[in-house]
Structures are given as structure tokens and as C-alpha cells.
């Protein structure tokens, strides 16, 4: 079997998916190449997959002819739905989506992507989160819907024991971006420097990703509440570097926190966990499938900051919580998250779609 998986570029939370199942479903014994339509430093991160960098159609339609593949998972782009079948793809079409940013946005996409998802695609793949999984209901009643958890390298990415840091750390990742909501993240830094002025914020921002006009905006506000001393940014970070980073802030009496409107999965905060590293977030649905407030892990209501302010302050001050958070969370992780059982699922999904290990 050999299958295509597709996105715009390998950055963010795609590029680490993509990363981890190919690698998962390689050693199972499936044939998996990337396409991305544009490079970004995600590409470094890739390894022993055949990847393909191009957004021209004679390229792409030659890749295809060529490689002759099972199927195809198109995250994303639905415009390339159309062009694979205006090129001759009479296989598998798989439309996969991880996340279109908060609640309306995502509503008006999946308006305009259903068209193209229901005259061109076989089946559609979500994460087990509720609001993809249920606007895809009501647009794409007469397609296939699959929703399973993403996996994680449980084996390979997991916490590392460093010499820890005299000052407590704040860890944030994402984009400059609106629905990233980097600005609670600002705000409650500077709230909880106030009440610890040893503190350091540590932002990884993948800045291939970046709103210009955000960032003009974060810079600014940057300025405003002085938190330069005490910002560190960290940009394009190699991904299995971050279990380094993840493990670090854990140690050193610190927490990730995670601000989103809306998330699809939220790689960046099951990969904390995994670190045994506490996470701090918004309710952003696609989190609920691995924080389970005050065991795995906590939240706090969205834009109230005294809110969030307590509950960072009991998270790094209570030592039975903290103790609990990053035991609860590791465990977690490493039971319901395993590429063993991403393989498993994905692999039936094909089978119901008729495509066999096989084939």
C-alpha cells in the first residue's frame, strides 16, 4: 500500500503529525510520501519520508501518475480535492482536518469546503473533537466521517532530566495569530512576574506562520506591560528538540500555558504533558481530550486573568497538586495517545474505504 498525505507546508501542528504517522505506518509496513505546496524550516524536521515540495499542477500530476498511490489524505486544501481528480486520480481521497481556528471562522470554512469534500472525496478525518465533528455532520451528511486521536512518539519524545533552572519558567507555543490568543499569555506573564520577579517567559513561535499585522501588535503590547527582561523567544525549534524544552520548564517549578480560542487537537499541550510538564489552558475543545481539570492537567475561563492568575499560583505553590498534574499527565498520554493504536484506527479506516494493507 502507498499512500500521499498533503498540506501547505510542514510546519506547526501538521508538519509533527504527519512526522509521527508516516514514521508509525512506514513500520507497519505502509508506503507514505508528503507533498507540501511550500518550504518552511518544518522541512528539516523530516527523515527517512520521501517528501515532495511543489505547487505546480505538471509536478504534481507527474508525481502522481508516477507513484501510483492508494490513497491520498488532502489536510486543508480543498482546492487541491479538484485539481487530483482534474488530473486523472480515480483512487482514495481522503479530506483531513485538524483545526480552522476559532468557532465562526471555522463555520463559514467548512461551509465552503463542503462542495468540493462532497463531490470529490471518499471520506472525511477528524480528531475526536466535538465542534469539527459536528459542523462536518451537517454539511457532509452523504460522506464517510472518521475521528480518532492523533498519536505521539510515546517512546521516543518523553521527559529528560536536566539540571534545573534557578527561576521558574512560563512556557507558550504557537503562532503570532489571533486565534493563538497571545495576548492572555502576555498578560498573565505580566501578572504572575508581579507576584514572582524572577520568573522568565519562554515563547516557541513558528514565525512561517505568523500574522504580520498580529505581530506589530504583540510587539507593541510587548512594550507596553515591559516585558522584554524577562521574554525569551524561541523560533522554528526542531520538534524533537521540544521535549528538552517541555522537560525544562516541568523542572523548573513552571507550566506551559496555552491561551487558544478554538483548537483542532493541540499538539503542543499533550506534547508538554507527555514532558511532565503542567499545562495551564483555555477550554479550547480539542484539549478536552487529554486535560481533565486538576488531574491531568488545568483550566481557566478565557480572557479572565485573575482567574488564570490563581490557578497558575496553586499549580506552581501546592506541591500535591503540581505532583498529581504531572504524574496524572504523563500517564495519560502515554495510555489513550500511542502510534499504536493511530495505526490501528487508520488502518480500518482504510479497509472500510476498500483500500487493503494489500493493495
Known amino acids: 500500500m502507498k499512500l500521499l498525505f498533503t498540506f501547505y507546508q510542514p510546519s506547526g501542528g501538521m508538519g509533527t503529525l504527519n512526522h509521527i504517522r508516516c514514521e508509525a505506518l512506514q513500520q507497519a509496513g505502509v508506503t507514505c510520501h508528503l507533498l507540501y505546496s511550500n ?16 505547487n505546480q499542477d505538471d509536478e504534481i500530476r507527474d508525481i502522481i501518475q508516477k507513484e501510483a498511490y492508494d490513497a491520498i489524505i488532502v489536510a486543508s486544501d480543498y482546492f487541491l480535492l479538484e485539481k487530483l481528480r482534474n488530473i486523472g486520480y480515480k483512487g482514495t481521497i481522503i479530506y483531513e482536518v485538524q483545526g480552522f481556528g476559532d468557532w465562526e471562522t471555522s463555520r463559514q470554512t467548512i461551509q465552503t ?15 475526536d473533537t466535538s465542534h469539527l465533528v459536528s459542523l462536518f455532520k451537517s454539511h457532509t451528511q452523504s460522506i464517510k466521517q472518521f475521528s480518532f486521536n492523533n498519536p505521539l512518539d510515546t517512546s521516543n519524545f518523553r521527559y529528560i532530566a536536566y539540571p534545573i533552572k534557578p527561576c521558574p519558567i512560563i512556557g507558550w507555543v504557537g503562532r503570532i495569530e489571533h486565534n493563538k490568543n497571545w495576548s492572555d499569555f502576555l498578560e498573565i506573564g505580566y501578572r504572575m512576574i508581579d507576584l514572582n520577579p524572577h520568573l522568565y517567559l519562554w515563547m516557541f513561535v ?22 522584554r527582561p524577562r521574554l525569551i523567544r524561541y523560533s522554528n525549534v526542531p520538534q524533537r528538540l521540544m521535549a528538552d524544552y517541555y522537560s525544562i520548564i516541568g523542572d523548573s517549578g513552571g507550566f506551559l500555558c496555552s491561551t487558544s480560542l478554538l483548537e483542532g487537537f493541540g499538539y503542543a499541550v499533550a506534547e508538554a504533558l507527555l514532558c511532565r510538564c503542567p499545562v495551564l489552558a483555555t477550554d479550547s475543545d480539542g484539549v478536552r481530550s487529554f486535560i481533565f481539570h486538576k488531574k491531568t492537567g488545568m483550566f481557566y475561563k478565557r480572557d479572565d486573568i485573575d482567574d488564570a492568575v490563581q490557578k497558575a499560583n496553586d499549580m506552581m505553590t ?13 500517564m495519560h498520554i502515554v495510555k489513550h495517545f500511542s502510534v499504536d493504536a493511530y495505526v490501528r484506527n487508520f488502518i480500518s479506516m482504510l479497509k472500510n474505504l476498500g483500500v487493503h494493507p494489500q493493495s
Open 318 to 330: 501546592i506541591k500535591s497538586l503540581r505532583t498529581t498534574l504531572r504524574e496524572s499527565g504523563e
Open 113 to 127: 469546503v463542503a462542495p468540493y469534500v462532497i463531490t470529490h472525496c471518499n471520506a472525511v478525518l477528524l480528531p
Open 206 to 227: 513558528d514565525t512561517d506562520l505568523s500574522d504580520p499585522s498580529e505581530k506589530e501588535r504583540f510587539e507593541s503590547r510587548v512594550d507596553q506591560l515591559e516585558l
Open 39 to 54: 518550504y518552511s524550516e518544518g522541512y528539516k524536521n523530516i527523515k527517512g519520508i520521501t517528501t515532495f515540495i511543489t
